[in-house]
């Protein structure tokens, strides 16, 4: 635009110029010029407006034209005088022609010379000027810029001062149009000029005009080569303020073309504003005149500009309307941008404007009533690599301010300001896909700003922002917010390089957010109602203050997945991006020597630079109510749900400045039952903090997956509880002091053991009172542990192991390390040394109401006992070497007998002093460890036994107090490991006449010996007393009848109860030793072996299921149920119902004949019924019930032989329930006898 200012300034001169030409080409036509006259013409030059020049030719034209009329003198122009005089054309004339009287022939020359200069006006204005002009024109234009230039025709009326200039057109150098239009009219009011001492135009108007301007390829425009190098500009002479007297009442362009092609682009573009139209009227310079302007214009894209107002010139003012409708920005994109453009643009814009614009001296007011800018399916799509794409079907700005602007000054304050917007969408495609979904959007503020010497002020009194129904989808993530609304109002202050921004009284809230995994219907993260209060902003002074935070109602799901990764890991992961670090130093690319045209940072002249300053956070109360969090834990075997809920937090006070204490209090409800409580006061930096903790009734149920990691129980109830202070310090530099006071205990256990299905470890309550953590000294120190009715299953396996032993879930890494050999005592001590020991004290654990169950599965019948009522404890528990621990219990067992165990024990050294006294104890709750002892069981009898273990400097001394008061003996249970002795004739012995039995056992040895075995030493001092005693041995009874066999078992042929001849006579020798010894009892135990008996039970088994087929027959013949009993199988029954059944058992190996005859498809295998019978009998199972009969008819032909044969009272033979598959000696099939005691 500026370029085509100039040029049409040097059109200007250029035009001023060819006028100067066509002004001396003129005298040259008009040769009766001559002399002063012809000399003062030529100086006049219309190009520098020498008009006082052009005044005194002027005269002296008019004098050369009235000269024909004047009386003629003969004048000597070098002298300056009359040499002669004759009489004139007029008065030739009128004496001649006319010959009007005096005083009429006076006024006839005046006449004739005034119609003689209207007349050469006339032919001046009307002819020669025009054409003048028309020839002279486009030379002049050729000339001064190089192109052709026409026109049509020039017309001019010098009595109206109207003139019309036609058909006028400027080519360019391809021959198009650069300018043109079809007439231009001026039309001057001569009268109303003179009237009212100014230029009074009625009409200037311009038609149809066409301007074509265009940007070729080498960038330049089309009319740059039409201006010549610019003069040396002569000074401008000083304004002196006045305008030029002018009225324009009507200036009009109309049907007016612009055209403009861009041709530097690879792809062109294009652009045409038609039609243009103007009409201004009642143009004034004078003062205080209003001015109507009308002006609009269409592009053919789309799009049009309206603009209607009124303005002024003195002053300088203006107002009204201007409305742009439709503007395509894709078109104006590219005709601005085209594709160096890094985005596309889509959509029309609209723009209206209501303003007032008035310049008083150097003072300019804008005033703008109403403004509206809309956008309309408007998108951005940018094609960069991060592809942002932005697009609305609607977005309005509205704005109404009022601006006044002095030189150096400028205050202008908006009354409103909104935005609105509709459907706004955003997306971004790069990696981590980010889409935002907001379907209103709403802006409202008012500004203040202010433009002094000194800076820039904007103030906002009062900034909202609403949004509804936000959405969020990024990623894997996608969020939904209905309502987010932001208030506050702020002051920015610009002063130099300075920037400082002062935000006040801001609000923001949420409402309903809700966050989800992509295409998962599940809500992770739902806050229905969250807000900030308060809020500031000092940017100068880095400060951020918020009066509140609130929120309520939250929920929050998060899991554990099978991998071990919390959910929002993967959720908010972000994308993987592959990292080219270029800057790599390298021996190749680092230049080693010393830069010395920079200036050391470590010399001393380069000062450090200051800190740089922190920002200050402050937030004034934070109050979370009624968060919820659930979490599951799906990495285990049986995914587990936890609840936090309700979590309340409520903050004071938080500064981040060091040393700051910072209030707060913080509730959460663990599962169904459980609560956290921290109160107290924290520190962020350095780090500390004083808390009362209150932790009560976390279920421990809810941990069974985790401690199944590691123990083989099932934690089915218990409730852990803290309730405390808790002191944390962490100093610079120096790891994090932790201390506790106060109690902590687990209520209501239940453990029970995964493998038995059985409690393991419950008690009622265990609690460490009075507890003192020091964590970083590795000191531990409480008053009492109290256990309150505990319990605990111990059992010894067949194994001799523990059932603890197998409790604790060992891996097979840590199994391997544990079965390497350990290293010595002395180098484990040594490196123990090395590191800080534990420091522990305990000064008393009560036990009150223990119980216990004991099991001992190692002995040949197994062993139970309960102790029960136990009371007491321990106490002086402690890390000191030289600590004694003094042991205080009571208690029963079966709650008959009661239990006392009282010592002292030092675990350092290695003493023991401890007695275990049992009184009462029936012993035939012992029985088991009788068996495993002697192999008997314990018929009858009481128990008191007073233990005393000594452990000193290694050595045992201890003494074992037995009394058994009517010992009975039960039956022999055969343990191998039994001790070798006559226990029955042992005890006749060893009773007294009241029947007691006391025995004194004392025990020594040294703990040292590898080989010691307290165990071992106590069997071996009961076996030495009682073979004191008793020296014959017991396998000598058989030596009483004379026999070498076997006399306790009785043998029988597989599947029979018939005594052979050998057996009987066995059964003739025991007789004879029971009528020796009338004091003894015969018990026998028949037996019977599957492996070797049911064969031959099998073909009894068959017919017994060929009879059953024949009951079912004859039942359905009769009409009534036939007993088995009752009838008996004929041979032929038995071979059809034997055939039937093995044809239908076995069809691929017989079949019948067309007659009926069963035979075996293969004839080779044998006979029919001998096959038919061994197949059958071979499928059919078992029969333990059949077994069983035939053990008892063993029992019981022993029992009648002894009775019948043997001549032995019935009374003393006793048959006992048999056995099946007994435990036995080598594979012969027996029954078992003992010998009993009366």
Known sequence: MKKLVTWISKTNQQLRSTISLGWRSLLDRLPMLTGKVRSNLSEIDPSNGSWDAVKESFKGLVQLILKPFRKNQIVDDDQNRVVSARTGLIE????????????????????????????????????????????????????????????????????????????????????????????????????????????VIDEIALNKPTLHLAKLKDGKFNFEDMAKPKKKEEPKKPDDGKMFPLNIIQLSIKDAKLLWDDKHFAKPVSEEINPINLSVNNLSTELNTKAKLDFNLMLKSGGKLDWKGNFGVNPAFSEGGIKFDKVQLEKVLALALSETAAFDLKGNEQFSVDYKVGLDKKNLKVTIKKSRFELHDFQFIDKTARKNHLNTPTFIVEIGCVANIAENNMDVVVNKVMFDSRDLQFSNQMDGQMAVVIPTFAHETDIKVTKTKEGLKIVANKAKLNIKNFGLNQGKVEAKIPDIALEASYQLDVVGNTLDLTVANGKFDVHDLKVSEKGEAKTLIKIPAFGLNGIGVNLKNQEVIVDSVTGKDAEIEAWLDKDGVINYQTLFASPKVEEKNTDIATAKTVNFTEDTSKPSTNSPSAPPPPPKKDWLIKVNNLTLDNFGLNFEDKALKKPEQMTAKPINLKLNNYVNKPDTKLPFQLEIGVNKTGSIKLKGDTVISPLAAKIDVAVKNIELEKFQPYVEKFARIYLLDGKFNIDGKLDVKQAPEKPLDVKFTGNAGIADLLARDKIQNKDLIRWKNLTFKDLNVDLLANRYAAAVLLIEKPYAKVTIRKDKTINFSDIMVVEKASANR????????????????????????????????????????SLILPFAAR????????????????????????????????????????????????????????????????????????????????????????????????????????????????????????????????????????????????????????????????????????????????????????????????????????????????????????????????????PGLREEALLEQLKSLKAVEMSKEEGRKVRLEHFKLSEDDYNDLLADAFIKRFPTMAEKSLLGTPKLLSPLTGDFFQVAKQKMAEIIKPEPKRLKDLASERSQAIAKYIVQKGGIANERVFILDSALDPKRDGKDIVSALSLKTN
């Open 92 to 199: 030739n004339l009128n004496q001649k022609y006319l010959k009007l009287p005096e005083p009429y022939a006076r006024y006839l020359k005046p006449f004739i010379i005034t119609i003689s200069l209207v007349e050469a006006y006339a032919v001046l204005g009307f002819y020669i000027v025009p054409a003048l002009l028309k020839s002279k024109i486009p030379s002049i234009i050729q000339e001064e810029t190089g192109r052709k230039a026409s026109v049509a025709n020039i017309e001019f009326n010098p009595f109206k001062l109207f003139a019309t200039l036609q058909g006028f057109k400027i080519l360019e150098k391809n021959g198009k149009p650069f300018v043109e239009f079809d007439n231009f009219n001026i039309d001057v009011n001569g009268l109303q000029s003179v009237k009212r001492l100014a230029l």
């Open 818 to 857: 544990l079965a390497k050999p350990t290293k010595p005592v002395k180098e484990i001590q040594g490196k123990a040394a090395e590191s800080t020991k534990p420091v522990f004290k305990l000064s008393q654990v009560k036990v009150i109401d223990g119980s216990s169950d004991f099991a001992d599965l």
């Open 867 to 1094: 102790i029960e009522s136990l009371d007491g404890g321990a106490k002086g528990l402690s890390s000191d070497p030289k600590s004694i621990i003094k042991v205080d219990m009571k208690g029963s067992a079966y709650d008959i007998a009661p239990v006392d165990i009282a010592g002292e024990i030092s675990p350092y050294l290695g003493d023991y002093d401890v007695s275990l006294k049992f009184d009462g104890l029936p012993m035939p709750l012992v029985t088991p460890y009788m068996v495993q002892f002697a192999g008997y069981r314990i018929e009858k009898g009481k128990l008191t036994l007073g233990l005393r273990y000594k452990v000193e400097k290694g050595n045992l001394n201890a003494s074992n107090s037995i009394l058994i008061d009517q010992l009975e003996l039960g039956e022999k249970v055969d343990n191998p490991n039994a001790v070798s002795l006559p226990l029955e004739l042992a005890i006749a012995l060893l009773k007294d006449s009241s029947g007691k039995i006391k025995l004194d056992v004392p025990l020594t040895g040294s703990l040292e010996d590898p080989e010691f075995s307290i165990g071992g030493i106590i069997v071996d001092a009961l076996v030495n007393v009682l073979t004191k005693i008793v020296t014959s041995p017991f396998n000598a009874i058989a030596s009483l009848v004379g026999s070498e066999e076997n006399l306790s078992v009785v043998g029988f042929a597989p599947g029979k109860y018939i005594l052979d001849e050998k057996e009987m006579k066995k059964l003739d020798d025991v007789s004879k030793l029971l009528k020796e010894k009338p004091v003894l009892n015969l018990e026998i135990k028949g037996a019977a072996y599957e492996e070797q008996d049911w």
